[in-house]
């Protein structure tokens, strides 16, 4: 079984407020675009790559971001278009023929691990359509655009998509050709495979597994990277032990 993943980096970032687009951004001195390229690079069920970049970057992406970071396994760098669709419907194109499964990661989701991509990967090859997410942890509610909030929604049927998102190739090929016949817009690639009728497995990701898109996401993702590093992370897994800070009744309670 052959898997490409397919990682949209067309986008300018406008919700960062920066001049470079967020993709691009350093992260502890290496691309955000980087660090996610090789965390997929990293996952032995993926065999090869299609980035797609603004048509203006597809130079500077090969020369200055692919080669002097050694990332051996991107075979092609393709032009996005306007909307992330339409920077993946490219990047599908580009896709070889041969090619079972294909896995869309966003550029700009640096913090995925290479058991929760080939998760995916096993969930879509069993059922045709995976995507990673998390329950919601707040209360989710309807709001009017004048701020009235009209429903309270039943947070524990409420999840929030991450990428990856994984397909066999024929699905997510019809699904894209359908949704660009219909002028159907959807903010991810799962929901247009709904369209057609098949519901796509959930599978739970990881909360880490932020997607940076404002100025505060970048100093939450210095921090994963930094416990990541120091393998601390663990302890956000409710492993180790947190050293009580209280003074009084409550510190006793929390002792030993
Ligand atoms: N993306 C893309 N082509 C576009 C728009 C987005 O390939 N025309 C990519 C982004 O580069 C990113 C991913 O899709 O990796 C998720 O999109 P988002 O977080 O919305 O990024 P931007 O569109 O760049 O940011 P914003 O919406 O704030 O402008
Ligand atoms: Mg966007």
Known sequence: MKTVAVVPAAGSGSRMNREVSK????LAGKPVLVHTLEALEACPGVESLCVVVAPQDLSTVRDEVLAPWGLRKTAAIVPGGRERQDSVRAGLEAV???????LIHDAVRPFI???????????????????????????????????????????????????????????IERAHREAFRDG?????????????????RMIP????????????????????????????RRRTNGE??????LRGPMRKRFEP
């Not at 070889?96 to 294909?102: E, G, L, S, T």
């Not at 045709?128 to 701020?147: F, H, Q, R, S």
Request: hydrophobic share 40%.
């Open 23 to 26: 993709q691009y951004l350093s």
């Open 113 to 171: 691990s290479t058991e929760l991509v080939e998760r995916c990967i096993r969930a879509a090859a069993e059922t045709g359509a995976a995507a990673l997410g998390v329950p919601v942890k707040d209360t989710v509610k309807e709001v009017t655009p004048d701020g009235r909030i009209v429903k309270t929604c039943d947070r524990t049927v409420i999840w929030l998509a991450q990428t990856p998102q994984a397909f066999r190739r024929d699905i």
């Open 184 to 200: 159907f817009r959807g903010t991810d690639d799962t929901s247009l495979v709904e369209r057609l009728g098949i519901a796509a």
């Open 205 to 232: 990701g990881d909360y880490g597994n932020i997607k940076i898109t404002t100025l505060e996401d970048l100093a939450v993702a210095e921090v994963l990277l930094r416990l990541k590093a120091t393998g601390e």
């Open 240 to 245: 180790g032990r947190e050293s009580a800070v």
């Open 96 to 102: 070889a023929r041969d090619a079972d499964i294909v």
